[in-house]
């Protein structure tokens, strides 16, 4: 039970943060923390269920200072990645035979940039469709599974806001 409490109150903690309902302005934040407390909130996503193992995440956090962005924005991009990630390697099960991962990269860049990666290694996106990726409405997912809104709109908030 205690265990199950404390769950909850991190994930209370980490949908607060994520919200972030009083930063709807641009703000001074700690990109780390925004992605962990993401992170937070997909744990029942990258947990082993019984058509595959645990999602590894693999953090290669660069020593950022605190970023001025719109930071409710900003998690609604992180949100969107790792959920098509997660999607990816969903859809990849039984073709591969690594360990499911996510591989999450962020660096300076220069002294007003940083660049954050995130990759899976889950089937990958045909070279025809690629050019459709930020396209509203545009997926390649099932259809029922996907809305192809996610891309579009993180695209919109990190070219026009950021």
Not at 49 to 70: F, M, Q, S, W
Request: hydrophobic share 40%; proline share 4%; glycine share 6%.
């Amino acid at each position: 039970m205690y265990r199950g409490s404390d769950r909850i109150w991190e994930i209370v903690l980490a949908l607060q943060h994520f919200s972030r309902h009083d930063e709807a302005e641009i703000n001074r934040v700690n990109i780390h923390e925004d992605i962990e407390n993401t992170l937070v909130m997909l744990q029942h996503r990258l947990r082993e269920v019984a058509d595959r193992p645990a999602i590894v995440i693999v953090k290669d956090y660069g020593n950022l200072p605190l970023i001025t962005c719109y930071p409710s924005e900003l998690n609604q991009v992180f949100m969107h990645l790792l959920n098509n990630a997660i999607d990816a390697i969903e859809e990849g099960v039984g073709k591969q035979s690594s360990t499911p991962q996510i591989r999450i990269h962020t660096e300076v860049i220069d002294l007003n940039m940083v660049k954050i990666t995130i990759a899976d290694n889950g089937t990958g996106i045909e070279e025809s469709l690629r050019s459709h990726l930020f396209d509203p409405f545009f997926t390649t997912k099932p259809v029922g599974k996907g809305s192809g809104l996610g891309l579009s709109i993180s695209h919109q908030i990190i070219l026009q806001k950021h």
